[in-house]
């Protein structure tokens, strides 16, 4: 109880913004892990410094605009994703607009030369599988071969032809070809056709 004439002390409000601004940081070290990204590979595709982007991540700094416009651009994500409201309700499918895709997972070909991809799925902790979509030049590959660790990967080749060795095992496939195979065991491709080809890598994890 208050003695007359003062006036009892009141906690200072939360203001309604704080909690959009501390949510930033956690996106952003969710999204980058998603995508199997270090935060050296992040820097180099943000054009950020890693030790920024670990503060932003840990809370210690709230990014600027231009920061937070670069870090949205590298992981595929708009920057209404960080700032929205950090409790909405979760929706039960996960919509990638074909100008949103995000990177291809950092770990699906780290040696690709002649490779243009991108993600056609975020993986989140109810969805585990991810996609790739990929344009292989003629000559294109996807660097030595390498496993990815437990989990399975199927491959649909939508045009050309491609090389793909897994484990040994040598295969030629022609457009409308799959390959379904185990990631764990080592595996790489090629292009050997004289025209780009196009296919889509599932990716389930194991």
Not at 94 to 119: D, M, N
Not at 138 to 167: F, I, K, Q, W, Y
Request: glycine share 10%; no cysteine.
């Amino acid at each position: 109880m208050s003695l007359p004439g003062t006036h009892a002390e009141q906690p200072t409000p939360t203001q309604s913004w704080e909690p959009i601004v501390g949510a930033i940081g956690p996106k952003v070290r969710d999204l980058r892990q998603r995508l199997g990204l270090s935060l050296q590979q992040l820097s180099a595709r943000a054009d950020v410094s890693a030790a920024a982007i670990h503060k932003v991540e840990r809370g210690d700094m709230v990014p600027t605009i231009t920061t937070l416009l670069k870090l949205a651009a590298a992981l595929g994500q708009p920057i209404s994703h960080f700032v929205a409201d950090s409790t909405p309700a979760i929706p039960v499918a996960v919509h990638v607009r074909a100008g949103e895709r995000p990177p291809a997972p950092a770990s699906w070909a780290t040696g690709a030369e002649g490779v243009a991809a991108t993600g056609l799925a975020v993986p989140n902790d109810r969805l585990h599988g991810d996609a790739v979509h990929a344009v292989i030049e003629p000559g294109g590959s996807s660097g030595p071969a390498r496993s990815l660790g437990r989990g399975e990967a199927m491959l649909l080749l939508l045009d050309g032809t491609l090389a793909v060795d897994v484990a040994g095992e040598h295969y030629e496939l022609a457009a409308g070809d799959t390959l379904h195979y185990p990631t764990d065991r080592t595996h790489s491709w090629h292009n050997p056709g004289r025209q780009p080809a196009r296919a889509v890598w599932w990716l389930l994890r194991g």
